[in-house]
């Protein structure tokens, strides 16, 4: 069973940078970040696999980089230029070798004035 433990959501002002990280009990595959709005669908923010390749919501793209520290099984999201419509809940999601998928418990980002 691997175990992700999120840190680093908060409150920031638009225009504003927060660093998300993920620690995951084990290797995996691939990391990523998922979010979800209050009355929304969760919905793909970034993804990295193991070797590095990334992908981006087109929404997010120039100004988030998500990358990993494979030696610390960890994965983290750079979040530049925040804007309100980039407030949710933000959630670790991990994949292991076997391609069974876990998620973290989640942690709120807000931006707003």
């Known amino acids: 069973q691997v175990q992700l433990v999120e840190s680093g959501g908060g409150l920031v002002q638009p225009g504003g940078s927060l660093r998300l990280s993920c620690a995951a009990s084990g290797s995996l595959l691939s990391m990523g970040w998922y979010r979800q709005a209050p009355g929304k669908q969760r919905e793909l923010v970034a993804t990295i696999t193991v070797g590095g390749y990334t992908n981006y919501a087109d929404s997010v793209k120039g100004r988030f980089t998500i990358s990993r520290d494979n030696a610390k099984n960890t994965v983290y999201l750079q979040m530049n230029i925040l804007k309100p419509e980039d407030t949710a809940v933000y959630y670790c999601?991990?994949?292991?070798?076997?391609?069974?998928?876990?998620w973290g418990q989640g942690t709120q980002v807000t931006v707003s004035s």
């Open positions: 999601r991990a994949q292991n070798w076997a391609l069974a998928v876990y």
